[in-house]
């Protein structure tokens, strides 16, 4: 009897635990991905192409001659 | 973009340092969030980065990223990432998740300290919703009926800027997702959602007749076609999304159909009223890189906001969330921006049908009493 109630508050305990790895997985993941994807520091900054708030074309290389923060985000 | 006024902040003490800065616009990552949905056209992200500049109020230049994700897919970006590059193009500091006090202390040691560093307070920067024409939250959200995928959608837009008549611009946008039993061509489910785009500001015109659709297979002259048809809506106008979960099977794996839908809307200033029918092409195939629903994966990640209100005051504020989750749920619950989850605001989107059925599963499953997922302890 104290067996399986031992058992029991394992398997909750489990049940408890489970979700909150997934939890912290998931953000942990997204920031595992970045720091191995990404480009790094001391690394080049790739080229790419976007638009500017006129409509005109936007390209990363435009930044140069200054340092540049870039901050990417949407509107939600 | 919740970090705005740090960032705001920063610009303000360093933009006359030879340092520049500039947000880049991208897709959106949770559509319907704030009723903000991913552009079709260059027109639209155009106006919606107008309307970013004034919801955010921020001076800090808005750049755009290209309608396919360039500049996020060579940065391998995360939604809120930020990177410091040298005059040179080289790579000097990035953050997987804007970090206001971080990217000051670099800045300091890079460029060197400035005297009387601005303070958020003291910029009083508030975000700016547009008066929406008509009222929100009149149509109850879809509970949606279990894991499902984005599929890949892409309307048929003019091509011929010489066109005799100018068709009308997509005022209410698709999102369409499947689950895994109808995209492999079996009997599954299909959920779409129609938004209306805040760019645009109109709304449903409901005695002018619902929203309707039809799906058909262009390849498959035996393909029943799918309808569905809104109810009658007693209330004259809204801007809530217009949703269908339906019982679908596509034939075959990967099939690639064509859905026309028809509705009425009104311009909020009272311009206009028109009909509008436009068609998309809906490929049974998993999007990569889309946007589910919005807080529809927040329900398997969370669970209940409401449960992290420990005082019981009705609020789930930024103190009770859990630390690690905090700035990712009041992301994606909290509209109107009070750093708390209101009971309102939980019930958006909290998806109580689906914890309900995993919970049934598990108690099946291991004849135990599963907890709720996320339940913050």
Known sequence: MIYMSRLSLLLVAL?????????????????????????????????????????????????????????????? | MRNVPGLEAIYRDYKNKNVQFLIIYKSIVHPGTNGVIDAF?????????????????????????????????????????EFVVDPEGKLVYRKFWHDPAALR????????????????????MKLVFPKAGAPRGLV?????????????????????????????????????????????????KLYLGFYLDPVYQVHWNNPAGGLSFSINDPNDAGFEPVVGQTPEYKHETDVDPREFVIDFQAQKRGAK??????????????????????????????KRGGASRAGQWMTELVGDPMSYDKNGDGLASRDELPKQRAMIMLLHYDRNHDE????????????????????SRAVKK????????????
């Open chain 1, 15 to 76: 049940t408890l635990a489970v979700p909150v790895c997934a939890q912290q997985s998931f953000v942990e993941r997204m920031n595992q991905g970045f720091k191995s994807r990404s480009p790094k520091a001391g690394e080049m900054l790739p080229d790419a192409a976007g638009f500017r708030a006129d409509g005109t074309p936007f390209t990363l290389k435009d930044t140069r001659g200054k340092l540049t923060v870039l901050v990417t985000g949407c509107l939600t």
């Open chain 2, 41 to 81: 056209t260059k027109e639209e992200r155009l106006k919606q980065l107008a309307l970013a500049k004034k919801r955010l109020g921020t001076t800090v230049p808005i750049v755009s990223d290209s309608l396919d994700g360039d500049i996020v897919k060579a940065l391998e970006s995360a939604p809120n990432a």
């Open chain 2, 105 to 124: 202390t670099f800045l300091e040691e890079r460029v060197g300290k400035v005297d009387n560093p601005t303070k958020v307070a003291d910029l009083n």
């Open chain 2, 140 to 188: 109850e959200p879809l509970k949606m009926p279990g894991r499902m995928a984005i599929l890949n959608t892409a309307p048929e837009l003019q091509e011929d800027a010489g066109a005799k008549d100018e068709a009308p611009p997509f005022f209410a946008k698709l999102l369409a997702e499947a689950d895994r039993k109808a995209m492999s061509g079996g009997e599954g």
């Open chain 2, 257 to 286: 159909l064509r859905l026309t839908v028809r509705y009425t809307i009104c311009d909020d200033n009272g311009k206009f009223c028109m009909p509008v029918e436009q068609h998309y092409t809906l490929e049974m195939t998993r």
């Open chain 2, 340 to 359: 708390a989850i209101d009971k309102v605001e939980a019930a958006l989107f909290y998806d109580m049908t689906r914890m309900e059925q995993a919970k």
């Open chain 2, 366 to 377: 291991d004849k135990l009493p599963r907890a709720r997922t996320g339940g913050g302890h």
